[in-house]
Structure formats: structure tokens, C-alpha cells
């Protein structure tokens, strides 16, 4: 994404910058960030992008411009005790009415098409509050706002959703503050407040050393849930999972397979940790390792399918005839005739319109045993079976593999 920078008129006179990214489709709904400490740094304009990747007309207002404009921070000691001097001057009055002006500054962009919310980070969490119970934004999402719990009198301004994400550790706002919150918004279904265990403050933060991929993936998938929800946009994400398919297993177009997933996407089979990441690596798997290297008869049996807000989950079966050396099965072993069907589980995630990554797994034991190169014989798996008690549960005696199964049997 290449965002630009524009003016922001405020209130009270003067003007101060903003960062602001749109996404490639030209237009969607609004969305405000809120800055941490350190200013509009590269990590914030690399969130406005992000963001905007997701489908929002993404603005990054410069909150710290009354005490020193374009302040860029990073986050060594220095710097850290820099930014904690200007959050102790900081006006947080003064930045709702800042904030009020940088949804008027979205809302009159010919490119923000719909409701505008807000977001913001640390200060910006808390200020993600404040502006929940000031302003108007459809929709207001905190991570690890700092001194929540000395807010609380002005819940009852609360009008719009709201999200809160607390990480564990965060010394900014302990187990009693959050169970403070949790009592505020009790009645409030639409009040969400997630707790990440063993995340620390600024956990979503990429560059920060307290990054925590796992609590930051599950925060953005909320949050997304929630601005979907809200306002949008929406994409029929079961549509294009399948198109990707198309072109990946019909057509084997490879560059058309391609195109339907962002710029630096990436493919994960756990089994065998095949695949690819970065547009570089994953379109060469593809090409020479993949979507030509299936067999003729490969076919996909949908058994299930789950959609969320930002992700497809496919339940499925994976036949073919072991025709051909798999790369990314069955990687250099020759073609052994057999015929296999393989349950598989396809997690698929979507940054707006386009794939981000795919997690594949199945269950690798039996396709071993299903072409010939495991016996099963006193080891805890199964082969064809284990396909048909996934399409049929009947068909196939639970727990025969467990030697003690009958001793549990009660007595008539």
C-alpha cells in the first residue's frame, strides 16, 4: 500500500497531519487509528495500510501535533522514556476534539463510503474509549488502553460496540482493572472485553519485542468480526475460496491463482511443511511443485464448511491415484499405483478480498499406510477407514484401535 499524507483542520483553528492509506478498491467504510506513544511512526503507517488492505479508508491523525509535530519514535530505552514525556504532557480533552475532527476530515473523503470508526493502541486505547463515550464512531476497538479502570464514570456514554483487548501481563491495566471493566459493560452483549494469556502490553506491535503472533492473529480476527459487523465491508468469502480452488485444481492456472491472493501470501502443509512464502516462493511451488504436479483424478469431496469473518475452514476429502510423485505429499517417493482419500482441513485466511495464507492439515499416517509404506499393524492408525468414518461415523467401529476398549464395557 502507498498511503499520503493530509491536512487535518482542527476545532479550535490550526491544522495538523494525518496519515492516510485507501484501499486498491478505491473506497469502503472510514476508520480512525489511534496512536501509541510514539507517534505516527513507520509502525503505524505500516497498521493504516494493513487496515486498508482489509478494505477501510484508513486515517492516522498526528495527536502529539500540539506539543511537537511529526514526532516519529521508535522503541529502544531512550526513545521509550522520550515518548513516556510527552504522554505525561499530553492533553486527552484536547485529542477527543483532535479525534472529532479526524472522522469529520474521513467522513468528507470522497473516498470513505460508508460509517467511520475508531481504533487505537495503548494511549490510542484509551482514547478508543473516551472517544466510544464522546463521539459518535460506529464502531471502537482497544487494545491495551492504559488507565481504563479510572474511566469507568463514563460508561454510560458508551453507545456504539465496543471491543477491549487485554493482554494477561499488561502492568498498564492488571486482572482488577479488567475484571472492573467486565463489571461496567456486564449487561452490554455488544460490549466484547478478550483476555490473551501470557501477552504482554503492546503485544499486537510487530516491531516491539513484546510481539505475540498467536494473541495478535486471534485480536485481529475479533476485530475484524467486529468492523465487518458494523460496517463492513463484506465478502462473500466462500465465493472466492472457491474460484482460488478453480483455478488451482480445474484450470491449473497458476498465475490466475495467484492473483486472487494478496501481494506476499503464503501456503503452509503442516504435515510436511510444504508450501511457500512470499509471492517469489509460493508462485514457484506452485508452478513446479503443485498445481501441476496432482494427479489427473484428483478430486475434492466437500464434507463441511465453516465461514467467518476473515476466514473460510473446509472440511473436505482428498482423493487421487498415486500416480505421480507428490512434492508437497509425498515428497520423494515414487508412484505407487494406489489409490488414496485423504481427509483434509483447510484453514484459509482473507485480508479483504484477496487470500492471505492457508494453514493445510490431514492426517499423514494414513496415507502412509494407504500406499503401502507403513503397516499398521500394532501402531495406533488407521488408512481408507479413517476417510469413511469422516464421511460416515457408522460405517466404522469407534475405538477399535484402543486395546482396552472392551474392558470398559459395563456389566449387563
Not at 486498491?24 to 476508520?31: D, I, R
Not at 482423493?319 to 509425498?330: N, R
Not at 492471505?356 to 495406533?380: C, F, K, N, R
Request: hydrophobic letters at 40%.
Amino acid at each position: 500500500m502507498t498511503g499520503r499524507t493530509i491536512q487535518i483542520a482542527a476545532g479550535d483553528g490550526g491544522r495538523f497531519d494525518g496519515y492516510l492509506a485507501v484501499p486498491e478498491a478505491g473506497s469502503g467504510p472510514g476508520l480512525v487509528l489511534g496512536q501509541e506513544i510514539f507517534g505516527i511512526n513507520a509502525t503505524m503507517r505500516a497498521t493504516a495500510d494493513y487496515f486498508a488492505e482489509e478494505g477501510y479508508v484508513v486515517l492516522a491523525p498526528d495527536l502529539f501535533w500540539r506539543l511537537q509535530p511529526g514526532i516519529e519514535l521508535g522503541y529502544s530505552e531512550e526513545e521509550f522514556a522520550t515518548a513516556f514525556g510527552y504522554f505525561e504532557r499530553f492533553d486527552i480533552d484536547l485529542a477527543i476534539t483532535d479525534i472529532g475532527a479526524a472522522m469529520d476530515a474521513v467522513r468528507a473523503l470522497p473516498e470513505c463510503t460508508g460509517d467511520v470508526g475508531f481504533m487505537g493502541f495503548c494511549l490510542g486505547g484509551k482514547l478508543a474509549y473516551l472517544t466510544a463515550a464522546r463521539l459518535d464512531p460506529a464502531v471502537s476497538i482497544s487494545f491495551y488502553g492504559v488507565g481504563l479502570p479510572d474511566l469507568l464514570g463514563e460508561a454510560g456514554g458508551i453507545e456504539c460496540p465496543m471491543v477491549f483487548h487485554c493482554p494477561e501481563l499488561d502492568q498498564w491495566m492488571p486482572s482488577e482493572g479488567v475484571a472492573a471493566l467486565r463489571d461496567a459493560f456486564k449487561d452490554r452483549t455488544d460490549i466484547e472485553i478478550y483476555s490473551y494469556p501470557g501477552a504482554d502490553h503492546g503485544f499486537y506491535n510487530a516491531d516491539r519485542e513484546v510481539y505475540d503472533k498467536p494473541s495478535s492473529s486471534m485480536a485481529h480476527s475479533r476485530t475484524i468480526a467486529a468492523l465487518r459487523r458494523t460496517m463492513g465491508p463484506n465478502y462473500d468469502l466462500s465465493q472466492l475460496w472457491d474460484k482460488h480452488c478453480e483455478y488451482e485444481f480445474i484450470t491449473r492456472d497458476v498465475d490466475a491463482t495467484m492473483a486472487t491472493m494478496v501481494p506476499e501470501p503464503y501456503v503452509n502443509h503442516i504435515p510436511t511443511m510444504t508450501g511457500g512464502v512470499g509471492y517469489r516462493n509460493l508462485h514457484r511451488f506452485y508452478l513446479n511443485h503443485f498445481v501441476h504436479a496432482n494427479p489427473e483424478d484428483t478430486r475434492l469431496i466437500p464434507v463441511s464448511r465453516t465461514i467467518g469473518a476473515d476466514r473460510v475452514v473446509d472440511e473436505m476429502l482428498f482423493c487421487f491415484t498415486h500416480t505421480t510423485e507428490i512434492d508437497w505429499l509425498l515428497p520423494g517417493v515414487a508412484p505407487t499405483g494406489k489409490y488414496v482419500e485423504m481427509p483434509v482441513v483447510a484453514i484459509i485466511n482473507f485480508r479483504g478480498d484477496k487470500l492471505y495464507h492457508e494453514h493445510i492439515y490431514w492426517d499423514q499416517a494414513s496415507v502412509l499406510v494407504q500406499i503401502g509404506l507403513l503397516d499398521p499393524a500394532g501402531l495406533p492408525v488407521g488408512g481408507h477407514d479413517v476417510a469413511r468414518k469422516m464421511l460416515d461415523a457408522t460405517q466404522e467401529d469407534s475405538n477399535r484401535l484402543m486395546a482396552r476398549w472392551t474392558e470398559s464395557e459395563p456389566a449387563e
